[in-house]
Nanobody, 125 residues
Framework: QVQLVESGGGLVQAGGSLKLSCAASGSIISINVMGWYRQAPGKQRELVAAITSGGNTDYPDSVKGRFTISRDNNRNTHYLQMSSLKPEDTAVYYC???????????????????WGQGTQVTVSS
């Protein structure tokens, strides 16, 4: 099993900044993609940033230029730096990691897709 622990988030005024962190632990053989998603009330969960093992990043237009994703491979940790925050960025933010793990019972390698517990980000106008 691979567990993710998020930190950061909170209340900030419009135009402000916040940084989220997500640390992965457990039987991790490799990590392919690390990402951040968000879900606002009454809306579907959406991707806000992703970074591959090679360092390629992807952002939707709604956050491009304002959010930056980064990763520390040595610590299996990734970050989301959010700047110029807007009230419409208010949501619960979830981190996500996809990679390969060792099956505890059989010892074979299998893929995993783990989620963090979610952290609230509220941007006041």
């Amino acid at each position: 099993q691979v567990q993710l622990v998020e930190s950061g988030g909170g209340l900030v005024q419009a135009g402000g900044s916040l940084k989220l962190s997500c640390a992965a632990s457990g039987s991790i053989i490799s990590i392919n993609v690390m990402g951040w998603y968000r879900q606002a009330p009454g809306k579907q969960r959406e991707l806000v940033a992703a970074i591959t093992s090679g360092g390629n990043t992807d952002y939707p237009d709604s956050v491009k230029g304002r959010f930056t994703i980064s990763r520390d491979n040595n610590r299996n940790t990734h970050y989301l730096q959010m700047s110029s925050l807007k009230p419409e960025d208010t949501a619960v933010y979830y981190c996500n990691v996809k990679g390969a793990t060792a099956n505890r019972l059989y010892g074979n390698v299998e893929p995993f897709n783990s989620w963090g517990q979610g952290t609230q980000v509220t941007v006041s106008s």
